[in-house]
């Protein structure tokens, strides 16, 4: 009778233990999905998108022509 107590603590106690584990796991997802969501450079509408890099890249451009070159 002993023994089978102690094996229902033992179940008991894994199931816990799991409990935690997966409360805990399911939180970092949430929070990294909320990173993920708020992270510069994501954009929900391909035209701001475009613009977006369509403006980086002439910004790049612009600084790549300008060489200031002293012969």
């Given amino acids: 009778m002993k023994n ?3 094996i229902t603590y033992f179940i008991g106690g894994i199931l816990l ?3 935690v584990v997966l409360v805990i796991q399911s939180q970092y997802l949430k ?9 510069l450079g994501t954009f929900s509408n391909p ?3 475009y613009q977006e890099c369509k403006l980086i890249l002439s910004e790049v451009s612009k600084a790549l022509n300008t060489s200031d070159t002293t012969n």
Avoid: G, I, P, Y
């Fill in 4 to 6: 089978k107590k102690n």
């Fill in 17 to 19: 233990v799991s409990l």
């Fill in 31 to 39: 929070t990294t999905q909320a990173a993920a969501k708020t992270n």
């Fill in 47 to 49: 035209e701001v998108a």
